[in-house]
């Protein structure tokens, strides 16, 4: 079984900073891509941004220039850098990874966080 676990989401000012962080642990052999995702109250979940296990990294308009990703592979962790905050950016975020458990196929679980919230004022 795999476990995502995210921290650091909570309430700050627009224009403001938070640095989210999801680690992964269980039954992990290695991990893909690791993504955050966002939903706000009323919206579908949307794709925040995305990281390979190379580094290449993707990102949704809205956050770009505002938003970075990254990762530390060795500590199964991946994190989201958010400057610049605005409050349309309000919302859940939750990390999600493609996990191969298994050394003997190339299956990958596809683990979810819990979510934590990210609440930004005007």
């Known amino acids: 079984q795999v476990q995502l676990v995210e921290s650091g989401g909570g309430l700050v000012q627009a224009g403001g900073s938070l640095r989210l962080s999801c680690v992964a642990s269980?039954?992990?052999?290695?991990?893909?891509?690791m993504a955050w995702y966002r939903q706000a109250p009323g919206k579908q979940r949307e794709s925040v941004a995305t990281i390979t296990t190379g580094g290449s990294t993707n990102y949704a308009n809205s956050v770009k220039g505002r938003f970075t990703i990254s990762r530390d592979n060795a500590k199964n962790t991946v994190y989201l850098q958010m400057n610049s905050l605005k409050p349309e950016d309000t919302a859940v975020y939750s990390c999600n990874a493609g996990v191969r458990i298994s050394p003997f196929t190339t299956y990958e679980y596809n683990a979810w966080g819990q979510g934590t919230q990210v609440t930004v004022s005007s």
């Open positions: 269980g039954t992990i052999v290695s991990i893909n891509t």
